[in-house]
């Protein structure tokens, strides 16, 4: 079974811009706006080959679907003065349709809760639990994926422990909050994490 796995349908945001290269091939990356039910958006950044589609075709605009797995890696920050980790879409297949999705945004990983889950109310009430997962990859690697639980699957993922495999069903989402440095200045950032619909607890054979 596949375990990263991610599907988006939305629009062309930012046009691509080159990333790095690895063996002479080329990759590049983008923004694309993908809708909510409730009637906002995400912003989600996109990684993509240039061996899968000729770059100049990617316009700003433009109805896309990708179809690929979450990746993460760590980049340094110099607003913040530290690495940082950062998401990203990367790309398996891309096609351009600008028909309507009833579900333009899913996520299933199958991974494995590397740090305890920070479980928290909100002033208002509500449970939240954050994760993250390590999901492992080919030759040895891993990608590590924050995900976010409300209400009754936060409450469940609160009382599971580093190491437990779990298979989440989400979306991916794009959340703006405030960081303050040092100085006291307050820093305008964007956070990508997984919002999690469904929990299934594994058991290794």
């Avoid at 930012?14 to 706006?33: D, K």
């Avoid at 028909?99 to 509500?126: A, H």
């Avoid at 609160?158 to 307050?186: A, T």
């Amino acid at each position: 079974m596949q375990n990263n796995y991610i599907a988006i349908a939305g629009k062309l945001e930012t046009e691509p811009t080159f990333s790095h290269e690895v063996y002479g091939e080329g990759f590049y990356n983008f923004y694309t706006a993908v809708d909510r039910l409730s009637e906002t958006y995400d912003i989600l950044p996109v990684t993509i080959s240039e061996r899968l589609i000729d770059i100049k075709k990617l316009e700003i605009g433009k109805d896309v679907i990708i179809n690929g797995q979450m990746r993460s890696y760590n980049s340094y920050d110099p607003e913040e003065g530290r690495n940082r980790l950062i998401l990203t879409v990367f790309t398996k297949n891309i096609s351009f349709s600008d028909e309507l999705f009833e579900n333009p945004n899913e996520v299933i990983l199958n991974g494995y809760i590397c740090k305890p889950p920070i479980f928290r109310t909100t002033p208002f009430g509500r449970e939240i639990a954050d994760i993250l997962l390590a999901v492992n990859r080919s030759y040895n690697k891993s990608d590590y994926i924050p995900c976010i639980a409300w209400g009754r699957n936060a409450r469940y993922v609160s009382n599971l422990g580093v190491g437990e495999n779990i298979k989440i069903h989400g979306r991916m989402q794009s959340r703006g909050y405030q960081k303050k440095l040092d100085n006291g200045e307050m820093l305008e950032k964007v956070a990508f994490e997984v919002s999690i619909n469904k929990i299934e607890e594994l058991v290794d054979l």
